[in-house]
């Protein structure tokens, strides 16, 4: 069991009963839960949260989401979806009912309810894409809105939502790729030490970052870390965004080799680069980094039952682990390429079958030919 | 001939048979429709939202045009038990503030909405960051941690009066959203 994974493990069966303990005595407000997934997605962490899908145009397909009342007062919600992007690398659901391409093709139903205290519903997300919708990757947030009340100065509405990432378009899915372009060493004012990487997305679809940092070869051999990214990053297709890992002021300045791993659900890459903390306010030399094996110690994904959710570095897409690149929707290349051959034996067999039966005919016909001639 | 045409029945069921093997693989692999459309149930966790208070008012010391108007949002909470590493974005936005003539207007422009770093409580495996974002909208906290978390945090709102702005009572709406 790796140290990492096992405190992990070990924080999780703590933290665990703590918060349902807390839930009994303190109420955690207007809940919004996702019951369900694409069975093709049941290896990507992304997917037990957002309504994460890639379909052709013309498909329709709905989500069942369940909404609770956890405070004590009965409640009135608004269940809307509202256009989100992604913006200077966070997911962003825009003001009120904002709309965008996707939001007409999303409708929540009920679209509000009332609940007592302790009461749930099940609502349902139904995406219904216009078979003259046009390719691309859209975004919206499923949201549940407790209204603000009819008086006061600055009345004060609160709302939780889902994220959609929905991408639309013919044939395959589009492919979740990025690298870490590069690593920099910077160091606050307040002295303490910041990497920095530049992590370029170079797929088709949004990617939600988290990163983790290993320091080694520092100064006596030192070794340090890991160390969690201070945000989650979202980064659009062909966007570039820094995820940023901040350390404590008493490490030394180096150099140090530092290891960056980057995850987006089950998809990871690691990079590294040698990185020195400079003087206090001061921002070194970004540093080309070299992409390296996953560290072991690189499991920050959880699941949902707190084990770990596999996601290795080359294979990250492909969780029926065959190694291959997939069609759309999880088909096999190597089925569609032996059903393409058979087609293709099926059309010679055809062909040169006509050919003998006419050859046959032929051969018929000029021997009824010679038969009848005069000899 | 017989044996001609015996190879060649021989032959045809051989092709019929590989037409069968290979419209029953195009068969196997599903539409896209089809795996959308299969799902799994998701463990039990959710996304939570709570805000203590449902409406504040603003004090300003000096109580005059060309300067701003503040106060605390009060308490809001976020808890997240989906037990994964996704992390989260607590955002806030406000409407334009009206007068309450219902004509004269303080744009929601005007208004900023600030969060610290600090927060009233978490738990210890979140990190917590906080933002500013003006009523127009945007992020004003994230929150990042392996596994189940939550946060309590306070933020501030401050409207600027402008110079020229009609004297009176401007209400509007805050609304704090978590994805």
């Known amino acids: 069991m790796r140290p990492l994974l096992l405190t992990a493990l070990i924080a999780g069966a703590l933290l665990a009963p703590a918060i349902d303990a807390s839930a009994q005595d303190e109420r955690t407000g207007i809940v919004i839960r996702l019951l369900e997934a694409p069975e093709a997605r049941r290896d990507d962490p992304r997917a037990r949260a957002y309504i994460v899908d890639h379909v052709p145009p013309g498909t329709s397909f709905t989500r069942a989401v369940e909404v609770t009342n956890d405070t004590d007062e009965h409640v009135s919600l608004q269940l809307y979806d509202a256009a989100a992007e992604i913006r200077d690398g966070r997911f962003t659901v825009l003001d009120g009912r904002a709309e965008n391409q996707l939001t007409p093709w999303v409708t929540m139903s009920p679209g509000s309810v009332e609940l007592d205290p302790d009461q749930s519903t099940r609502v349902s997300v139904a995406v219904d894409v216009p078979k003259n919708a046009p390719d691309g990757e859209f975004y919206a947030g499923a949201m549940a809105e407790r209204p603000a009340p009819d008086s006061g100065q600055v009345r004060i509405a609160t709302r939780v939502g889902i994220r959609i990432y929905l991408s639309v378009g013919t044939g395959a899915e589009p492919v979740s790729d990025f690298r870490v372009e590069s690593l920099t060493g910077e160091r606050r004012a307040d002295g303490r030490p910041v990497v920095r990487a530049v992590v370029v997305n170079i797929g088709g679809r949004a990617l939600d970052l988290v990163g ?66 400079p003087e206090p306010g001061q921002v070194g030399p970004p540093v080309a980094a070299q992409p390296v094996p996953v560290p072991e110690s690189a499991e920050p994904v959880i699941g949902p039952d707190g084990a770990p959710v596999p996601g290795p570095a080359d294979d990250a897409d492909d969780p029926g682990g065959d190694g291959g690149p997939k069609q759309a929707n999880g088909v096999p290349w190597w089925s569609l390429l032996l059903a393409l051959l058979l087609l293709v034996a099926l059309l010679f067999f055809l062909f040169f079958g006509w050919r003998r039966r006419k050859q046959d005919e032929e051969d018929e016909q000029q021997a009824k030919v010679s038969r009848g001639a005069p000899r | 001939m017989k044996r001609i045409r015996d190879g060649f029945t021989a032959r045809l069921a051989a092709v019929m048979v590989m037409a069968a093997v290979a419209l029953g693989l195009l068969q196997v692999a599903p539409a896209s429709a089809d795996t959308t ?66 004509t004269d207007k303080i744009l929601k422009a005007q208004a900023t909405v600030t969060q610290t770093n600090t927060t009233i409580e978490k738990t210890s495996n979140l990190t917590f960051t906080g933002a500013a ?32 702005t009609v004297t009176g009572t401007y209400t509007g709406v805050f609304t704090s959203t978590v994805i």
């Open chain 2, 37 to 102: 459309n299969i799902t799994f149930t998701i463990a039990p966790g959710g996304l939570a939202i709570d805000n203590e208070q449902t409406a504040v008012t603003l004090t300003s010391a000096a109580n005059a045009l060309g300067t701003t108007a503040s106060g605390s949002l009060g308490n809001i909470s976020v808890t997240d038990t989906r037990n994964l590493s996704l992390g989260w974005i607590a955002s806030g936005s406000t409407t334009d503030f009206t007068h309450s003539n219902n």
């Open chain 2, 133 to 164: 974002a003006t009523g127009v909208g945007g992020p004003i906290a994230v929150g990042v941690a392996v596994g189940s978390s939550s946060a309590t945090f306070a933020p501030t709102i401050s409207v600027l009066a402008p110079t020229g």
């Open chain 1, 212 to 277: 983790e940092l290993g320091l080694r070869d520092g100064p006596g051999g030192a070794t340090a870390g890991p160390f969690a990214a201070d945000v989650a990053t979202t980064l659009a297709p062909r966007g570039r965004a820094p995820v940023s890992v901040l350390l404590e002021p008493a490490l030394p300045a180096g150099p140090w080799l530092a290891v960056m791993t980057v995850t987006s659900g089950s998809l990871q890459r690691a990079a590294q680069a040698t990185v020195s903390f």
